[in-house]
């Protein structure tokens, strides 16, 4: 989640409205419960009323009136949320199949003073004008690629089930995806731990567009995020870490990019990434590396010989350096065998930066499944606790 800018949802539309929001469920259970969000808020949240429901279907407003649920906050139908907080509501029985899509509806009491928002969401929300919370069918709505104030959902699956949470920038958010299609590369993989015995794993996607390790961007940097959005979610047992093309490329657009300023970034890099893994590991997480992927072919960015250099002794520092429980080589599943800088044209979404649907299923095949399976250092902490 990002700061929302204002304009992003109208006032008007908050007033008096609904917004239906749909999220692609990973993980099948017997309940749901709903997180709600106003972290960057800076005045109280009030939500008047929500429900969850099974989605009709791929960017559409209705809902299977069959699976439609009230949620709670403590037994009441609404609650406020202070600035800077997250709440969760109360557990709704709820049959929810693995691959899911599930519709989250919510009434709001006026506008968020600040939106607390999800603009790379790659998926239809709706807004319509009325209290519509507990109806199936909807006409007559408005149609938005944003999540609002909606910070996951939580299912209770079987003892045994764990998450794995993807962290990273807009390749993580999903930036080149099928609006609608569920075909992110965290998509991807939870489709194929679904096809490989692995149902009990679900995929938790936290990337933001435009995020950096070490420096804000569209939204916090990841080092500051990186206990609320993966360490403290319900269930996580495992991370993937892919960040870094975003603090390259900026450092290079910025024209900061003297000898002395490139390795003090590497340098800088590496020590983030330490003292990711070691918070990890105290909260009995293990943590897969990613390498980063080709750019050279970015207009954007226009990277030149120094960048894919510092971006190849980066991506070598996370194959080598021992630091990680594992390694997801997404360099080199995407890479052009022809011309290493640069991502093979089937695989590129047409900006030389972000991969295509094709190239979200060539990074999801180069996952390590085995290093999902089990993290060495939970015994530890369940000893702890």
């Not at 050279?296 to 030149?304: A, D, H, M, V, W």
């Not at 120094?306 to 390694?327: L, T």
């Amino acid at each position: 989640m990002v700061p929302g800018q204002q304009d992003e949802l109208p006032a008007a539309q908050w007033r008096g409205g609904t917004l239906r929001q749909v999220v692609h469920a990973s993980l099948g259970g017997t309940q749901v419960r709903v997180r709600v969000s106003n972290i960057f808020g800076t005045q109280p949240l009030v939500l008047d009323a929500a429900s969850v429901a099974l989605s009709a279907g791929p960017g559409r407003a209705d809902v299977d009136s069959g699976s439609l649920r009230a949620l709670r906050f403590d037994g009441r139908a609404g609650v406020t949320i202070p600035a800077g907080a997250e709440y969760v509501s109360d557990p709704v029985e709820f049959a929810l199949p693995a691959g899911a899509d599930l519709a989250v509806s919510m009434r709001f009491n006026s506008e968020p003073a600040r939106q607390t928002s999800h603009p790379g969401a790659r998926a239809s929300s709706f807004i319509a004008q009325g209290d519509r919370v507990l109806e199936a069918r909807w006409s007559k709505t408005d149609r938005v690629e944003h999540w609002f104030q909606l910070a996951g959902v939580e299912v209770l699956a079987a003892p045994w089930a764990h998450a794995v949470a993807a962290i990273g920038d807009s390749i993580t958010d999903g930036h080149g995806a099928t609006t609608d299609g569920n075909d992110r590369w965290t998509d991807v993989l939870a489709a194929r731990l679904r096809a490989n015995a692995m149902s009990d794993v679900g995929v938790v996607n936290t990337g933001i567009g435009g995020g950096r390790l070490l420096r804000d961007g569209l939204g916090p940097n990841l080092v500051s995020r990186f206990e609320r959005d993966v360490l403290a979610r319900a269930g996580v047992s495992h991370a993937i870490v892919m960040i870094g093309v975003n603090d390259l490329g900026v450092q290079h657009k910025n024209k900061e990019d003297s000898p002395a300023a490139r390795a003090a970034l590497l340098a800088d890099l590496q020590q983030a990434h330490r003292q990711l893994v070691q918070a990890a590991h105290a909260r009995g997480v293990c943590v897969i590396g990613a390498t980063i992927t080709p750019y050279t072919g970015s207009g954007y960015y226009q990277p030149g010989a120094d960048n894919e250099q510092d971006r190849q002794a980066y991506n070598k520092w996370i194959r080598e350096s021992g630091v990680f429980d594992g390694v997801a080589d997404f360099d080199a599943a995407l890479r052009d065998p022809a011309r290493p800088n640069l991502i093979l044209k089937t695989y590129d979404s047409g900006d030389g930066l972000h991969p295509s649907p094709a190239g979200f299923r060539a990074m999801a095949d180069a996952v390590p499944l085995a290093d999902l399976k089990a993290c060495r250092y939970a015994t530890n902490v369940q000893a702890r606790r």
